[in-house]
């Protein structure tokens, strides 16, 4: 498991992608910075990736972990925290 991690110019780009680059260090992990998605071809189904949400969504559509809203009932909210720290409604 290898921890991707979101920069601008080699350095994480974010407080919490410092903190997660931080962190993954200090545990021994071998952090690979990027800028783009275009990076993360060679990265593995196992990897980490730490980046921004529409980011992330693309890299779990990318491997097949696309949210199946069929499954979830219609009286069931759902969530995910946006930019900023503000939770929207996928509804």
């Known amino acids: 498991m290898r921890p991707y991690i979101q920069s601008k ?3 994480p780009g974010g407080v ?8 993954f ?3 021994g992990l071998e952090c690979v ?3 783009n998605a275009d990076e993360l071809a060679s ?3 196992e990897d980490v990736v730490i980046g921004g949400s529409a980011l992330c969504s693309t ?6 972990f696309g949210l199946n ?3 979830i009932p219609k009286n069931s909210p ?8 503000r939770a929207r409604s996928t509804r």
């Not at 890299?59 to 097949?64: E, G």
């Not at 759902?78 to 720290?85: D, L, P, Q, R, S």
């Open 78 to 85: 759902v969530f995910w925290v946006g930019g900023c720290g």
């Open 43 to 45: 990265s593995r189904r």
């Open 9 to 11: 110019n080699g350095i």
């Open 69 to 71: 809203r069929s499954i």
């Open 59 to 64: 890299r779990l559509h990318a491997l097949t």
């Open 33 to 35: 910075l990027f800028n």
């Open 16 to 23: 919490n992608f410092f903190n997660a680059y931080q962190g």
């Open 25 to 27: 260090s200090e545990m």
